[in-house]
């Protein structure tokens, strides 16, 4: 029997039908798209059962000739609007996994596939991934933009009712389009997030809030090559940059994805008159002031949505219009006109700079010297852990690998890879040392320390909304592994570490692979991590990211019950019979029916059955959104 090709990326869209002349909803389906090496193939979905529907097309990649993000519909139907959640989330009748408002084509040659992501992550995810397995050179379009909608299309976007076939008739009688190399470069302009200091003699210095110019195509990656307004070029990390134009996020009172809850405790704890805080409201689109006044010594707090004109001007109060939402702020902060107090005092999350993907571009080797070790944080499978300070400064994480415990010649070739994947909910690996013994491994540092400890002392404190954000934080790291196609094969609540402010992220990917440890690598060892493991990871070793998706609904059970040993009445032997019989770990008391249903469909005896990460995310943020 043929077995199915393992996919690559799996993902919900809608699917604009390739039939119709006139556009309707109907003509929009939800469907599965599935990508192989050599195709996409779209299917029907059961929202219900979790599964995989009848096969309805698919598309060769061979015959693909380009694919390109769309610049968004004007006056779109609600299901394909930005939604911003918060606070108004309870009152919006369309959840997130209803909504598709980041569109892209496929363009073959029996037609374009106009397909509408759910967020800009995926989207940036399929179009790279299409242009990897296709090959870059193969594809006569250029690197994909960050920030579509501010940049026009390579390709002439097709126009909603305009039927797709007429307009690939057209095109496809005229020749290609010129090569990059004689059309116009597009000067692409990113401004910085956070101050940014070189680390290593490659680096330019970021200032927050100034301009760069890209100088080559380097997005996705996590360094940057770019020129400043003095024309000195360097390297930049990829996550202090934006392409967007004045973005908000320099601003010290923008916190764009603060809820109004959080912001309702920040502006209490600072408990100062006229202190207020700007974030993306749950309308598309729109921002929301919140502001902090006292009366007779009690505070009280309003929120006010920042209005638009039809010409796009903004105002609080519609006698004050603004072209631009810092200029609104700033006359505020002068003049309370009609708010319950003038914006005195802007109130921030303290929002950090994330880490970078190393200690500057291309210094994977850290010189010992440079670290001082404090204390200790505990013990792992490659040995001591301590935390301490690179240069005094950066607190950092010090794995001192054991001797003996990893082939070390292998690990140091792998990790320049490593250091190379970089996403909020990854611990961040920031070096090796490896020119002494033992050998150090540097990352980033979680104050929190490990999920486990911190599910079971914090449980009284932790409500379902952290418990889902905990999940959701995991699934999105592990979305990112799978869309780079690495494996984490030990995924569990013991390898995920907690941050200062709560949030998840997942350590250790990959490194199982590196253990020289027969109890712990073996499937009949006494360390391998049988609770964790898919039947096939049991039966034949058989470790895919659909493996680390029954882990990861392991690892939600383990947060459900704050910590839990998942089948704690059985031994090992056991565990294997009863999976094998298809029994699975029972629902936790706090996790609903439509929580379980996610872990559920994680325990699928098989692997194909299972959900990739992108649709069990979607699914989390929907039970969020409804909580
Ligand atoms: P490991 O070798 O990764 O299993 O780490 C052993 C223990 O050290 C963990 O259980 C944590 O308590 C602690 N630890 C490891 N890495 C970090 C880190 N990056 N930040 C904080 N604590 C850590």
Redesign the pocket.
Known sequence: MATAAPSILESIFLKRSQQKRKTSPLNYKKRLFVLTEQKITYYEYDFERGRRGSKKGFVDLEKVICVECVEPEENPPPERQILHREEFADTEQISIIERFPYPFQIVYDDGPLYVFAPTEDLRRRWINQLKLSKGRSELYTLPFWPHPHKLRPRVKPMKFGVDAKDEMEAKSAKPLPPTPSTSAPTVCKVVALYDFTPISGQDLPLCKGEEYVLLDEGSGQPWLRARNKNGQEGYIPGNYVTEAKDPLEIYEWYSKNMTRSSAEDLLRREDKEGGFIVRDSSKAGKYTVSVYAKSSGEGFIRHYVVCETSVNQYYLAEKHVFSTIPELITYHQYNAAGLISRLKYPVCSGRSAPSTAGLGYGSWEIDPKDLTFLKE???????V?K?GKWRGQLE??I?MVKEGSMPEDEFINEAQCMMKLSHENL?QLYGVCTKQRPIFII????????L??YLKEFRARLSQGDLLSMCSDVCSAMSYLESKQVLHRDLAA??C?VAEDGAVKV??FG?SRYVLDDEYTSSLGSKFPIRWSAAEVLLYSKFSSKSDVWSFGVLMWEVFTFGKMPYERFNNSEIVEQIMKGVRLYRPQLATERVYNVMLTCWAEKAEDRPAFPIIQAAILEIMEDL
């Not at 990352?443 to 929190?448: A, G, I, K, R």
Request: hydrophobic letters at 35%; proline letters at 0%.
């Open positions: 944080l505990g013990t792992g499978q490659f040995g852990v935390y950092v994480a794995k611990v990352t980033e540092y979680l104050s929190n320390g490990c486990l400890t013991r390898n570490l350590s250790d490194l």
